[in-house]
Nanobody, 125 residues
Framework: QVQLVESGGGLAQPGGSLRLSCAASGFTFSSYGMSWARQAPGKRLEWVSGIYKDGSDTYYADSVKGRFTISRDNAKNTLYLQMNSLKSEDTALYYC??????????????????WGQGTQVTVSS
């Protein structure tokens, strides 16, 4: 069965960095677009970034553009999110998600069919 397991969250200071990982299993990882999304307390789930199945193209939400970098290692079946210049408003539960479609990796969350359990990121001094 499909499994997505996030790790790497924690407490960071404003301006600091964290790197999230998502270990995937149960499907052909290299054949699907993937994304990261986040949910802050009391707010809607928000798409953060997506990456094409071979890693050759990426999209970012305006709120994280220039600060976050999505990448993937298809040999290791792992998705990453490098988060730099963290802000308090980045505090949220971060999820990785598998696209329903091989070629989709954009912001419509209805097009993702499997989600991890999430990893908490807290940005605070």
């Amino acid at each position: 069965q499909v499994q997505l397991v996030e790790s790497g969250g924690g407490l960071a200071q404003p301006g600091g960095s964290l790197r999230l990982s998502c270990a995937a299993s149960g499907f052909t990882f290299s054949s699907y677009g993937m994304s990261w999304a986040r949910q802050a307390p009391g707010k809607r789930l928000e798409w953060v970034s997506g990456i094409y199945k071979d890693g050759s193209d990426t999209y970012y939400a305006d709120s994280v553009k220039g600060r976050f970098t999505i990448s993937r290692d298809n040999a290791k079946n792992t998705l990453y999110l490098q988060m730099n210049s963290l802000k308090s408003e980045d505090t949220a539960l971060y999820y990785c998600a598998k696209s329903r479609l091989r070629y989709y990796y954009d912001s419509n969350l209805d097009w993702y069919d499997y989600w991890g359990q999430g990893t908490q990121v807290t940005v605070s001094s």
